[in-house]
């Protein structure tokens, strides 16, 4: 009797020590699963921008771009050191999701009162969508008297 109820126990702990094996390695799949299923993928980010107006310093603006559709943006440069500019802007897609960036850029005098400016946009975040977004894109803006019109083209990730 004492050697059945010994192979029974031993046949009962090899039988728990098979589901809890498979049931950690469930887990562990489960989660690789969940890794791979919130990677980013690298996307072309292009599209067109213009500025609508000048808030309180801010430059404020609209545009349409691939993944984001249409969207409104703020700017806040720094142009002390004027045709160099550096500074950080806000792309918020309609629903409300945000892309943040910081950017440097460079303003050329084209003359018949036009300038060029061309900025290196880094993409550091954002919300909704958005969260922890990162990439880089170049804007190029043609800017005259009565308007600012430009393009991006990049590629983010999210």
């Given at each position: 009797m004492k050697k059945l109820f010994v192979k029974s126990t031993f046949v009962v702990l090899l039988a728990g020590l098979a589901v809890c094996s498979?049931?950690?390695?469930?887990?562990?799949?489960?989660?690789?699963?969940?890794?791979?299923?919130?990677?980013?993928?690298?996307?072309?980010?292009?599209?067109?921008?213009?500025?609508?107006?000048?808030?309180?310093?801010?430059?404020?603006?609209t545009g349409i771009a691939s993944h984001v559709g249409k969207f409104t943006w703020t700017a806040n440069d720094n142009e002390e050191t004027f045709p160099d500019i550096t500074g950080t802007m806000v792309i918020t897609a309609a629903n409300g999701d945000q892309i943040f960036i910081t950017h440097t850029g460079y303003a050329t005098d084209l003359g018949n009162n036009m300038l060029q400016a061309d900025f290196d946009n880094n993409i550091t975040g954002g919300t909704g969508r958005f969260k922890g977004a990162t990439g880089s894109f170049h804007s190029t803006a043609l800017v005259t008297e009565t308007s600012v019109n430009g393009t991006i083209s990049g590629s983010i990730s999210y």
């Open positions: 498979s049931s950690f390695k469930n887990e562990n799949h489960q989660a690789n699963f969940r890794k791979e299923k919130v990677s980013k993928n690298q996307v072309p980010f292009t599209g067109k921008f213009s500025i609508t107006s000048d808030v309180n310093g801010s430059i404020v603006g």
